[in-house]
C-alpha cells in the first residue's frame, strides 16, 4: 500500500506524492486531466528546493538522467514535505548569498573616502552606496549635511545606521552627481524636489527614487530603493498565525469585496497584498485575470497586468481604475487610496462582482472605516463593501547566533495571559559581530484581521465608539496587533522591549 508522503486541496491544481516503496510518485490533477510520473528512490541524490516568482519547486537530482522539477508548491507544503521524506532523503533549500554586516561596509567606505583625490568621480561613490545598501537588504539610503559634515545612513531592519561621513565638499559634489542622474536641477538648491533614476552597475537591476529638501546646512538625499527582480514573497512566509492566516485565506478567496490594508510606510503592505494575489492566481491555476494601477511598481509579475500611476499624463489611480473595469478583471489591485474619487470608485466596484485590493492609511483595522467615511463615503456603503481589513507593522527578528534566555518581564506575562498565552522560554537581544551587535537580523510581520460580521456593520453604520466595538470584537476571539505581537515572543521570535519599539500598548 502506497504511503501519502503530500497532497495538496486545490482542486483546480492538485499535487500527490506518494512512496510506493521503491519509487516517489507524482500525480498532477489540473483543468487539462491527470500526469503521472516517478523517480527510484535508489536514483535519488539530493532533493533541493527553489524558488520561483509564483512558487516553490522540488528539484530531485538522480544519479542517471536529468534532473526532475516538480513547481506550484508553497512554504508551508514544502516543509510537510521535508517532514515526511525526512527518513527517505534530506530535503536541502538552496542557500542565497550572504548577506553582509554594516561594520564591512564601514570599512570599505572609510577606506575609500581615504583615498579619495581632488578630481574624484562621485559617480564610484554611488555605486558603492548603492550597491552596499542592497547586500544589507537596506530600504532607503539618507545623506543628511550636519554643520562639520554630511551623513551617510541605511536604514536597516527599519532603523537608520551611520556607514559613513563626508566633508561638505565631497558632500557637494555627491549631491550634485545623484541629482544629474536622476534629471534634477543640481542648482536649484532652496526648494524640494523628486526624481529617479535605473541602475544596472554590478549586475544590479535597481529603480532608484530619489527625494532632495533644503535644510539649515544644505540639501538632504533620500534614496529608495526598488528592485525590479525583487522575487515577492508567500503568504505562509509573512509570520502570520495560524488562525489569523486561515482566516485571511477565506476572505480573500472571496469573489467580490474590498480587502483594506493598513499600516505605516514600510510595514509590508505592498508585500502582503502580491503573496495575497499569488496565492490566488496559484488556486486558479492562472485562469483569472490580475489588474494592478500602483505608484510604484515593485514587483513586476509577467502574469498579472501592472499599470504604473502616470500624474503629468492624467493616468491618475482614479483614472486608472476606471480604465480597468472596462478590461474584464477579475481582481483588482488600487495601489493606494489617496482621495475621495478613487474611494468611491473602489469601493463601488467592490459592490459590482469584483475583489478588490487596496491599502489606506490608517491607525489600525478599525480605523479604515472612518478615514472612508472621512472621504464623503455613507457609512452603510463602506461598511457592506469592506469585506475584510488587514493592519500590519514589520518588527525585527533576534538574531539567532546570540540571542539568550531570559527571565520574562513581569510586563509580559500579565499581558500574555490577557492574550490567552504563556511564555515558556524567554529571549532577548545580545549583540554579536554577526548583527553587528544589534542582537537581531531580519524582520517578520504582525497582523491584526477585522472580517466585519453584521454586528460590526450595524455598529459602524450607527456610530458607535470604537472602545465599544473593540470590547465586542475582542469577547468574539478577535487578536489585536499587540496580541500578535506578544505570540511571536512566546515563539521566542523577538524580546518585549522590541514590540514596546512598534506595537501601540492598546486599542483606544
Known amino acids: 500500500m502506497p504511503t501519502l508522503i503530500y497532497e495538496s486541496k486545490n482542486f483546480l491544481n492538485g499535487i500527490r506524492i506518494e512512496n510506493d516503496g521503491d519509487s516517489l510518485v507524482f500525480t498532477r490533477k489540473n483543468i487539462s486531466g491527470e500526469t503521472k510520473s516517478s523517480v527510484k528512490l535508489s536514483q535519488v541524490r539530493k532533493i533541493s528546493v527553489e524558488k520561483s516568482m509564483l512558487s516553490y519547486s522540488l528539484i530531485i537530482d538522480r544519479e542517471e538522467g536529468s534532473p526532475i522539477s516538480l513547481g506550484g508548491f508553497e512554504c508551508k507544503a514544502v516543509e510537510e514535505i521535508s517532514r ?28 575609500i573616502l581615504e583615498s579619495l583625490s581632488g578630481d574624484f568621480d562621485p559617480r564610484h561613490i554611488i555605486t558603492y552606496i548603492i550597491t552596499q545598501a542592497v547586500r544589507l537588504d537596506s530600504s532607503d539610503i539618507h545623506i543628511t549635511p550636519k554643520k562639520e559634515a554630511a551623513l551617510i545612513q541605511f536604514r536597516i531592519d527599519g532603523l537608520l545606521q551611520e556607514i559613513a561621513r563626508l566633508d561638505n565638499e565631497n558632500y557637494s559634489r555627491l549631491t550634485a552627481a545623484v541629482k544629474n542622474r536622476a534629471k534634477l536641477p543640481s542648482y536649484k538648491k532652496s526648494v524640494p524636489q523628486d526624481g529617479s533614476f535605473h541602475f544596472d552597475d554590478e549586475g544590479l537591476n535597481l529603480d532608484i527614487r530619489c527625494a532632495t529638501i533644503p535644510t539649515l546646512h544644505g540639501e538632504k538625499l533620500v534614496l529608495r530603493i526598488l528592485s525590479t527582480a525583487k522575487t515577492p514573497l508567500f503568504l505562509d512566509d509573512l509570520g502570520f498565525s495560524p488562525e489569523i492566516l486561515s482566516a485571511y485565506k477565506k476572505a480573500i478567496s472571496e469573489p467580490q469585496g474590498c480587502i483594506v490594508l493598513t499600516g505605516p510606510a514600510g510595514s509590508g503592505k505592498t508585500t502582503t497584498i502580491f503573496a495575497s494575489l499569488i496565492h490566488i492566481y496559484n488556486n486558479f491555476s492562472g485562469t483569472i485575470n490580475i489588474a494592478t494601477i500602483e505608484d510604484p511598481v515593485e514587483y513586476i509579475l509577467d502574469e498579472f497586468q501592472q499599470t504604473q500611476v502616470q500624474p503629468v499624463t492624467g493616468l491618475t489611480f482614479a483614472a486608472g481604475l476606471k480604465s480597468l473595469l472596462r478590461l474584464d478583471p477579475d481582481i483588482i489591485l488600487v495601489g493606494e487610496i489617496r482621495d475621495p474619487e478613487t474611494a468611491q470608485i473602489a469601493v463601488r466596484t467592490a459592490l459590482t462582482g469584483h475583489l478588490i485590493f487596496t491599502t489606506l492609511h490608517a491607525r489600525d483595522t478599525l480605523g479604515v472605516f472612518p478615514r472612508l467615511i472621512e472621504m464623503d463615503m455613507k457609512p452603510g456603503l463602506v461598511s457592506s463593501s469592506v469585506t475584510a481589513s488587514l493592519y500590519q507593522r514589520l518588527i525585527r527578528k533576534l538574531c539567532e547566533k546570540c540571542k539568550k534566555e531570559a527571565e520574562p518581564p513581569a510586563e509580559l506575562i500579565r499581558e500574555a495571559a490577557t492574550a490567552g498565552l504563556k511564555p515558556e522560554t524567554y529571549y532577548t537581544a545580545v549583540g554579536c559581530p554577526e548583527c553587528s551587535g544589534s542582537g537581531y537580523s531580519g524582520r517578520t510581520g504582525v497582523f491584526e484581521l477585522l472580517i466585519p460580521d453584521d454586528t460590526v456593520r450595524d455598529m459602524i453604520m450607527t456610530g458607535v465608539s470604537r472602545q465599544k466595538i473593540n470590547e465586542y470584537c475582542r469577547s468574539k476571539g478577535m487578536k489585536f496587533l499587540r496580541d500578535d505581537a506578544i505570540r511571536r515572543i512566546c515563539e521566542g521570535v523577538t524580546d518585549y522591549s522590541e514590540i514596546g519599539r512598534v506595537c501601540p500598548t492598546g486599542n483606544f
Do not use: Q
Open 84 to 111: 515526511n521524506l525526512g527518513s527517505l532523503v534530506e530535503i536541502k533549500a538552496e542557500g542565497g548569498k550572504k548577506r553582509g554586516t554594516p561594520d564591512e561596509v564601514r570599512k570599505g567606505a572609510a577606506a
